[in-house]
């Protein structure tokens, strides 16, 4: 099945690259509808036009957070770059009659875990982003001067050497925010830029996160440590533990377990809600569905014993108080996931039992190199580990300690003041 979608893929594309160069170009639609929510309230407010993506949870999430950070001072925009800039050159939409988007595509395959498939994807989109280069950058700047900003945010992939292009053509400053802890996805095109109004907000100053930088050649000149920006709800001092246990019916004397694997929902949940109803110690689990609600049946027939008790939630935005009163976070290696961890400091166990995504393979070091977590490579690793975290206080407390070694930025803080000192130049 994966062969045959593999094939699909690669067809699709090349297909599309042909269909391109083959028939005449063709006028990409500039939206007739502004991006920016222009009221009497914002109307004299400077405009940032944030590109943002439907693909993942994670490019929401962030855009989330700097709404949350930033629409009081500015007047805000959102433009998903490929359905409202380049929705001429998506060939998923071209082939199925706009019934299929490149981001409907990639939802899918990372629900079905099908990583193969998604790097495959991410591989053959570079080499068609290159060869399209000169028409994209020219529907970019057709959409900016249709709606100018006064900053540009990237929390995109891929695009941002032709964004980067264009800002700079037209005199627009630009920040870059990867929304990966591993950035290299973010640098296509961005081999040693040359632009005194281009920024980048990085999460953490550590070796190995600044390595895809130097091998850019990227001055530090242009990289400010912000922290990575999470909802303004996890840099908040959280309710009682107490309270949030009642609202959740979870009992007073049990560890909690939180099992996500991102806003999506793996398919992973079921096979890992399996393994924890062999737990032999007392706990609750929280299974967090996202949005894969049709696996919820198949859940709900898993026999746990009296001594585990559970919670099975749907899509939620209670997950800053749900993670606040977890004592342990069962996820898939997913960037954004990680730093809400961080940010509430619950260890961490990391699903790395298939193929990871390319952009998310860093992850599992970093978890395993700073000493916040443990990974999960076979399903038979599950229980020892769940136990060992659950049980062992001095690996807790050391942990505890590598949290705060850990040294993260209030990100709300500091890219208000990074976007300030942008606009004020």
């Known amino acids: 099945m994966k062969r045959l979608f593999a094939t699909i893929i ?46 993942g949870g994670g490019h929401t999430s962030v855009t989330n957070a700097l709404y949350q950070y930033l629409e009081h001072d500015y007047c805000l925009g959102t433009s998903y770059i490929i359905p409202h800039i380049l929705k001429s050159i998506d060939v998923f939409q071209k082939f199925s009659n706009e019934k299929v988007t490149f981001e409907d595509m990639h939802n899918w395959l990372a629900k079905k875990k099908w990583f193969s498939l998604l790097n495959l994807e991410y591989n053959l989109g570079l080499w068609f982003f290159a060869l399209n280069r000169k028409n994209i950058e020219k529907s970019i700047e057709e959409y900016l001067l249709a709606y100018p900003p006064d900053l540009i945010i990237s929390v995109v992939t891929v695009a941002n050497g032709m964004v980067l292009s264009v800002a700079k053509k037209l005199n627009i400053p630009f920040l870059l925010i990867p929304t990966d802890l591993d950035a290299f996805a973010f640098l296509n095109q961005l081999d040693n830029p040359k632009y005194d109004k281009f920024h980048i907000a990085l999460s953490y100053d550590k070796k190995s996160i600044r390595k895809q930088f130097e091998q850019k050649k990227i001055k530090s000149d ?204």
């Open 222 to 425: 242009y990289i400010t440590y912000t922290g990575f920006p999470v909802k303004k709800e996890f840099l908040e001092p959280s309710i009682p533990k107490k309270y949030i246990r009642e609202a959740f019916a979870i009992p007073n004397n049990k560890p909690v377990i939180l099992l996500m694997m991102g806003s999506l929902g793996s398919d992973e949940l079921l096979h890992f809600s399996k393994e924890l109803s062999k737990l032999s110690i007392s706990a609750h689990i929280i299974i967090a569905l996202g949005k894969n609600e049709q696996i919820k049946a198949h859940i709900e027939k898993i026999k746990f014993p009296a001594h585990i008790t559970k919670t099975v939630l749907g899509f939620t935005d209670k997950m800053p108080a749900i993670m606040a009163i977890s004592d342990l976070f069962i996820t898939k290696p997913g960037s954004v996931s990680i730093n809400e961890a961080i940010y509430t400091e619950v260890p961490i166990l990391l699903d790395n039992t298939t193929k990871t995504i390319a952009w998310e393979k860093f992850n599992s070091g970093f978890i395993l190199d700073t000493g916040i977590g443990e990974v999960i490579t076979k399903y038979n690793q599950i229980i020892p580990l769940v136990t060992n975290l659950l049980t062992d206080k001095e690996k807790r407390s050391q942990i505890k300690k590598n949290f705060q070694k850990l040294t993260h930025k209030n990100p709300e803080q500091e890219i208000r003041l990074l976007v300030k000192q942008i606009l004020n130049k």
């Open 10 to 55: 690669a067809i699709i594309f090349v297909a599309g690259i042909l269909f391109f160069y083959l028939m005449p170009p063709q006028k990409e639609v500039i939206e007739t509808e502004s991006p920016y929510n222009i009221d009497t309230y914002n109307r004299d407010k400077k405009k940032i036009l944030i590109f943002s993506s439907k693909g």
